[in-house]
């Protein structure tokens, strides 16, 4: 029922879109229920009054109510279907904050940046230089521009009360635009099973005024400590049933190297590599650069499987040796003992079969 109550302009659309989509289905579903018991008592075989017509085989009204009202309310749900997947798109900067209450010229969206641990929930807030685990404030009426990433496994940022579901996966960033619109307490989680702590993987979700926004940030960044990328490492390790973290600073290039997956120490990041394995190609005309024999980040360039020693390359197990042993015979296409696969698929005596299916 938390879907049905939402506090956020997008979950209320979604919400609304649940409601119409039900309903036009319940147009066809409805009138088919009631139609079944009507048909079965009206003509059961005790009924004295119904009329038997042993000769109708068609009826073109009929055939007209049957394919009519599912293909219009095929025609109704593909337009709302349509509509409202461009006016929801996360992705795209909202228009409004709630019905009839456009967003006001020049208002910069809050930012914050997702990271989906095992099995925690990591808010970052750049512009406020704070990072929060299993606790996300926003504040009313402010949009929100949510940046997604994850560790190690895919999973689903998911506040019903705010907006809808979105994918957080590793190495791969995702946005939301959403709105709140309603002060209180709410709950969010992972709709994407991850393990054993899935159950667990929970954050608490607070709609505040802005002023009190605004004290509660004050109040993290006095009271917390410093989120650096050995911290995080620390941080990332699995773990559930974990309590709210404050941090009152971050580093402030932490979220894109989650992203890239370059937290460790000495490990390089996921978009120098394709820059690099971009710059090993042909250079575009031109250009000059590094070409096919660049070296890679780390290490020798490998050589080729064909350009190897047989002592490099080893040798794997025989399996493809007869399963009974047996004398190959002579290298010769026509000998008996080439052609003869007894030795494999022994030929039964005669008889046999039929004595010991009896």
């Known amino acids: 029922m938390v879907v049905m109550n939402p506090t ?12 119409a989509a039900t309903g036009l289905m319940l147009l066809i579903i409805v009138p088919v229920m009631v139609l ?10 005790g009924n004295r009054n119904k009329v038997y017509d042993p000769t109708f085989d068609h009826s073109t009204t009929l ?23 461009h006016r929801l798109d996360p992705f795209q900067p909202l228009e409004r904050i709630a019905p009839g209450r456009p967003i006001p010229a020049n208002t910069k969206p809050l930012e914050v940046q997702v990271v989906a641990m095992e099995w925690k929930w990591l808010f970052i807030y750049p512009g406020q230089n ?21 560790t190690d496994q895919f999973a689903t940022f998911y506040a019903p009360t705010l907006a809808g579901m979105i994918y957080a996966m590793p190495g791969m960033q995702s946005s939301l635009n959403a709105v709140i619109n309603k002060t209180g307490d709410s709950w969010g989680y992972s709709g994407n099973y991850t393990g054993a702590g899935h159950s667990d993987m929970r954050f608490r979700l607070h709609a505040v005024e802005p002023a009190e926004f605004n004290t509660w940030v004050a109040r993290v960044q006095r009271g917390g400590g410093t989120l650096a990328a050995a911290d995080f490492v620390r941080l990332e390790q699995p773990s559930t049933k974990d309590p709210v973290l404050h941090f009152g600073a971050a580093a402030p290039d932490l979220f894109a190297r989650v992203l890239n997956r370059c937290i460790a120490p000495g490990k390089p990041c996921m978009v120098d590599v394709m820059r690099h394995d971009q710059a090993g190609g042909t ?3 031109g250009a000059v650069g590094p070409g096919v024999n660049a070296a890679p980040l780390n290490g020798a360039k490998p050589a080729p ?6 002592e490099d390359k080893g040798s794997g197990p ?9 004398a190959p015979g002579p290298l010769k296409p026509a000998d008996p003992h080439n052609r003869d696969l007894s030795v494999l698929l022994p030929v039964p005596q005669p008889g046999a079969l039929r004595a010991a299916h009896a």
Do not use: H, M
């Open 130 to 150: 704070i990072a929060t685990v299993n606790e996300l404030v926003l504040p009313k009426d402010v949009p929100v521009r949510f940046s997604i990433t994850s």
């Open 63 to 85: 055939e007209l109510i049957i394919w009519s009202c599912p293909l219009l309310i095929i025609i109704c749900l593909g337009a709302i279907t349509w509509t409202s997947t």
């Open 283 to 285: 250079p575009p005309v």
């Open 8 to 19: 956020g302009d997008i979950a209320v659309q979604q919400r609304n879109l649940i409601l």
């Open 36 to 45: 079944t018991v009507v048909f079965a008592w009206r003509y059961r075989s």
């Open 318 to 326: 025989n399996v493809t040796k007869p399963a009974q042993p047996g």
């Open 305 to 310: 499987a064909l350009q190897k020693a047989p």
